[in-house]
Each structure stands twice: as structure tokens, then as C-alpha cells.
């Protein structure tokens, strides 16, 4: 979810611009989408690749590819040594995105996923190093439950969009499945006793978590 906020403006225009490649992303999914909002973007982008380049993780697995974006920033993060497990439901988004990793020159490095990730997780090989949520905010907890296995011990995972514009902690009962999902994610994590996490309140909020047992 991209906030089209002064707030969300000042800090991009204080971010290191997007390069060529990134740019034709970014176009591209404006051009092309139903929901361009869902891209991450320049400030959220480069935070991915930054967390990639200080953890040097070897494998990476995401949730919800989308255009990709986050995708060539991870994985440009990660290298020469990481490799990307990413998993997109919508199958109309392959021919773009094997295009895209492709010309980025990311294509040895990144495996795509066409599928449901809840079908998925359970057929990969466990040992993941680092894990990113990004997916149906519907589907958060069961994405938890289902990497939270896969991730080694002293790895992390990262969600997005865990204040989810705010509605996680405004007054009332949440009458929506999305928040009401969202909620039970960040209840799972703060409560389970595998891990330690921190909120960052970055844009709609950024749930990191460390596996320590
Ligand atoms: C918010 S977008 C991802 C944005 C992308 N990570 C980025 O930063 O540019 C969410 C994506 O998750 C995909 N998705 C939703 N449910 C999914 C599922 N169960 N398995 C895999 N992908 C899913 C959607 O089709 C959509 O493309």
C-alpha cells in the first residue's frame, strides 16, 4: 500500500531516487495494474535492499511478488551470494515479471512461484534466512504459521503493512477481515514464544521479527 501522503512525499524526495530499472517498474505498474498502490517504492525499496545488504542472507523467500519491485530489491540487496523463493498467485503477473527479473539481470538469482502461498510454503526446503510478507493481508496469520517453520533459528522475517493505516489500534471492534486478520497477526507474533519482534512504524507499518529458538 503506497501512502500519497506530504509525509510519505518528503521522505521519498529524501531517499535515493529510484534507478533506470526501478523507474520501469514503477511506470509500468501504473500503467498496467488495478492496484498500483500495493508497489512498495522508492523509500520502502531501498529499505528492503539495505536489510538484505547488512543480513547477506543466502536465501530469502517472499510473499506476494506483485510487479516485482520489492523482488529486484532484495535481491539486489542479497548479492552476488542471496537467492529470492518469491510467490505471486496472480498468474497474469508472470510473463511481466519473468520479463523484469530477466532484463534487471536477476533471473539466476530469483525463483518465481506462481501459485497460492498457502499451497506453496509447505513444499519448500526449510532454512530460509530471511522471510518477507506481502501478501492478502487476510491471509497474515496463516503466512506466519506456515514461514515461521522454514525460517532458521537466528533468521528474520519482516511483514508489511502491519498498522495497516491505522486501523489496528483505532477505537472500536474492527469490522473489516483484513484488520481483524492483520490484528491476529501482530497478537501471534508479540505473543509466540519462538521469537522476539519489533513494530516499526515506518509507512503502514513494518513487523520485524527474529526467530530465537
Ligand atoms: C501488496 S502486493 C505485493 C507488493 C510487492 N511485494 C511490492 O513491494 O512491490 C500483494 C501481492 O500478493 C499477491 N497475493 C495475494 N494473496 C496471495 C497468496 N495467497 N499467495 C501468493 N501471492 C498472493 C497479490 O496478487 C499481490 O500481487
Known amino acids: 500500500m503506497r501512502l500519497n501522503t506530504d509525509f510519505e512525499h518528503y521522505i521519498e524526495s529524501h531517499t535515493t531516487p529510484e534507478d533506470e530499472v526501478l523507474q520501469q517498474i514503477h511506470r509500468h505498474t501504473y500503467l498496467t495494474t488495478y492496484n498500483p498502490r500495493m508497489i512498495s517504492g522508492p523509500s520502502q ?64 538469482c530469483i525463483t518465481l512461484h506462481i501459485g497460492d502461498a498457502k499451497a506453496l510454503l509447505p513444499t519448500l526446503k526449510p532454512g530460509y534466512d530471511f522471510v518477507y510478507i506481502d501478501g492478502d493481508k487476510r491471509d497474515y496469520p496463516a503466512y506466519f504459521d506456515l514461514s515461521l517453520p522454514l525460517l532458521r533459528c537466528g533468521g528474520y522475517m519482516l511483514a508489511d503493512n502491519v498498522l495497516w493505516g491505522g486501523k489496528v489500534y483505532a477505537p472500536g471492534a474492527p469490522d473489516d477481515a483484513h484488520t481483524q486478520a492483520v490484528m491476529e497477526f501482530n497478537r501471534m507474533v508479540a505473543e509466540h514464544p519462538e521469537v522476539e519482534n519489533t513494530l516499526i512504524p515506518s509507512r503502514d507499518g513494518l513487523m520485524l521479527v527474529r526467530k530465537i529458538l
Open 45 to 108: 525499496g531501498k529499505f528492503l535492499e539495505f536489510i538484505c545488504n547488512m543480513l547477506s542472507p543466502r536465501r530469502i523467500l517472499e510473499i506476494g511478488t506483485f510487479t516485482g519491485y520489492s523482488t529486484v530489491c532484495m535481491a539486489r540487496g542479497a548479492m552476488p551470494h542471496g537467492h529470492i523463493d518469491t510467490i505471486e498467485v496472480n498468474d497474469e503477473l508472470e510473463g511481466h515479471l519473468r520479463r523484469t527479473f530477466t532484463e534487471a539481470g536477476l533471473s539466476d
